[in-house]
């Protein structure tokens, strides 16, 4: 394989690979998110506090990330 | 069958195209994203809806169910614009 394909293709698979980070992310923030926010029976549409419930926690859960993230770094100097 | 393998005219004397192995690539991606999504609505729905099984599933057992596909893919949408937004520039 020359280099200009081989080099298409890492590229090809570094995107692919970002969005499945995404995903995950996505789909493990959706699984948590749901059963802190939707605690009774789903019904034909989110209540506005459900849904808002459903972004809050979707950026807590971001900042607790950085929050712990920079506390690590604290922790190693 | 091999998957990556393809007719002569679309593939060079080193193997499949770049192309051809992308979009394979992408369509088992797919696939295997799809799978994994299934298996969690199932699971959170059959947790939520159906909380004493018995010997069939019920009319109001059933339509809990459609409900909760319905709002865990709206609750995806919704998680999913929370984290894009909140993306680094």
Redesign the interface.
Known sequence: MDASHASELQYFLEQEKQKAVLNELVGKLTDVCWDKCITGTPGSKFSSGESSCLTNCAQRFLETSSLILRRFQSLQQ | MDPFSSPPLSGSA?GPS?EV??DK??QQ?AQA?AE??FS?VRD??FT??VTKPSTSLSGSESS?IS??V???I???G??????IT?LPR
């Open positions: 080193e770049n192995v992308m690539v992408k991606l994203y994994e999504f969690t959170k729905c939520k809806c809990c409900r909760c319905e709002r865990y709206e609750a995806t919704i998680i999913s614009r929370a984290v909140s």
